[in-house]
């Protein structure tokens, strides 16, 4: 990969799209700007959540990606927003875009407490009743896309945000409701126990399997280098082993904090889960500025101290990746994909999450589209090591 790395440095003007001057007032030297695709062409697709109306605001950066996510288009609430009735026309668009341009498509999501429409839970299903609904999105959501995706987060965030030790070795580590206050996330749970996340997964795995699709089961969640959570996540893997419930792989949305992250943790979560035969994407990833969720204070551009860490922080992040990536032992999962959410930091969901208008700088171009220091330590193939 060095070798080819430095061929494209060196030959790549016709493998290279993107060119720019760096700000040091020298036009002269002109820096030549891989794709992120590119770079990491031996490893695995790099990925951008994206929703329709940025495609074109994005012309420049998109050749960056090889696979797509669509941002909200094809979760529920969207996707069959009247009981029965499916409605695909946010996200065929996309779809479409996606395989005019040779990208992927990751599926996103099927079965997540926030995105369900309201006539889920309205009537106070009975479980049966509410395993059929399940049953029924999922397939008839999977039978549209068919193959045009090439994974499903089946699941998304059906764990605890901060279970305790406790909590972990009772088992008592599903989101319940109680610790969100949200009320449809503890409805699924109060009403199916764990056995909505396992119909999910077994009727998905029905439906590819009668149908020859290709695609792969995932389980997609955040906030999993906890140790508990990480912990809780096993537990529930081993559950599903228990049931014969199929599932191939786990996402790791990676939304981190500058001052919340451990790189140490990260590994040690994408190990548990590689060491079980499973795959693992980065399905999410953005790097908040701010050092926690909260952080009272709104900065009004990035301090350069704090583009540095942030720098760093990717460099890591990929470099772990990179790392399992290509594992020794063939009953090892591995790392298949990497997917930034957002293209670049003039939009990101992050603008008002947590904090609403708190601007935000977590991608790796920046406002202009031009590559952050981020950018440059997310290709240094050689820096952070394999
Ligand atoms: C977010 C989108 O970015 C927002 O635009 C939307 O309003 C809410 O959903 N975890 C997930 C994603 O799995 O689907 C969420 O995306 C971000 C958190």
Redesign the pocket.
Known sequence: MKKNLNFLMMFGLCLLTACSTPNNGSSSSEVTVPLLKDVYANYFPIGA?LTENKISLYEDLLPNFNSITQ??EA?WSITEPLEGQFDFSSSDPMVEYAKENGKGVRG??LV?Y?SLPRYVLSDNPSKEKLISRIENHVEGVINHFKDDVYVWDVV??ALRDYPSLAQVESGDFYRTGDETNDATGGDLFAICGIDYIESAFKEAYRVRQENNYNFKLFY?D?GLNYPNKREALLKMLDQFALDGTPIEGVGL?A?YYLGSFNIDEFENTIRSIVERGLDVQIT?LDVSIYPYSTYPITYDEIPESLSKIQASMYGQIMGIARKYSHPENDAYGKVTGVTM?GVADDIT?LDNNPVSGRKNWPLLFDEFHEPKQAFWSFIDLDKYGE
């Open positions: 959540a941002e909200y979760k996103h999501t997540w926030k998304n965030e997609n955040y949305q939304h999410e959410w969901w």
